[in-house]
C-alpha cells in the first residue's frame, strides 16, 4: 500500500512552523500591547500621585488652620489668665482695704464713746459742785476729743484708700 503524504508547503528545512513574518508580527503585538497596559499603568499611578497630592495639599491647610486657631486661642488664655490674676489681686487689695476701713470705724466708735463717757463724767463732776475736778476732768476730756478727732481722721483715710481699691478693682474686671 502506498500512501501520499501532503506535500509541506513553506518548509525549509526540517522544523516546521509558522512563517517568520508572522512571528515578527505577533511579538510586535505583545510589545504593542504591553507599552499600551504600562501606559495605562502610568497614567493611573500619575492620577493616583495626583489626587494623594491634593489630598495631602487639603490636610495641610486644615493642619495650619488648626495651629493657627490653638494659638490664638492659647493667647487668649494666657490673656484671660492674666486679666483672672489681676482681678483676684484687686480684689485680694479691696478686701484688705475694707478690712482696714472696719478697724478703723471700730477704733473710731471705741475712741468717741470714751470721749462721750469723759464728757459725761466732767458734766456729772461740775453738776455735783466738784469744779476742780471738772477742771482736771477738762485736760482728758480734750485728749478723748483729740483722739476721737485722729480716729476719725483715719476712717477718712481709711475711705479713700477703700475708693481706690474698689476703682481698681472695676478696672481689673474690665
Given at each position: 500500500?502506498?500512501?501520499?503524504?501532503?506535500?509541506?508547503?513553506?518548509?525549509?528545512?526540517?522544523?516546521?512552523?509558522?512563517?517568520?513574518?508572522?512571528?515578527?508580527?505577533?511579538?510586535?503585538?505583545?510589545?504593542?500591547?504591553?507599552a499600551a497596559v504600562l501606559v495605562f499603568v502610568a497614567v493611573a499611578l500619575a492620577a493616583a500621585a495626583f489626587l494623594v497630592h491634593q489630598n495631602a495639599l487639603g490636610t495641610q491647610a486644615k493642619a495650619d488652620r488648626i495651629e493657627r486657631v490653638t494659638k490664638q486661642h492659647a493667647a487668649a488664655t494666657a490673656s484671660t489668665s492674666r486679666d483672672l490674676l489681676a482681678l483676684h489681686a484687686a480684689a485680694d487689695h479691696t478686701y484688705t482695704t475694707l478690712g482696714v476701713l472696719m478697724a478703723a470705724y471700730q477704733a473710731q466708735l471705741a475712741s468717741q464713746n470714751h470721749a462721750i463717757d469723759v464728757a459725761n463724767g466732767a458734766g456729772a463732776s461740775y453738776n455735783a459742785g466738784q469744779t476742780n475736778i471738772a477742771d482736771a476732768l477738762k485736760t482728758e476730756a480734750q485728749a478723748a476729743v483729740d483722739d476721737a478727732d485722729a480716729k476719725t481722721a483715719a476712717v477718712h483715710a481709711a475711705l479713700v484708700r477703700v475708693k481706690q481699691a474698689f476703682a481698681a478693682l472695676q478696672q481689673a474686671a474690665g
Open positions: 500500500m502506498s500512501t501520499v503524504e501532503p506535500p509541506n508547503v513553506g518548509v525549509t528545512g526540517p522544523q516546521a512552523g509558522p512563517p517568520a513574518d508572522t512571528v515578527e508580527r505577533d511579538s510586535g503585538m505583545v510589545v504593542l500591547i504591553s
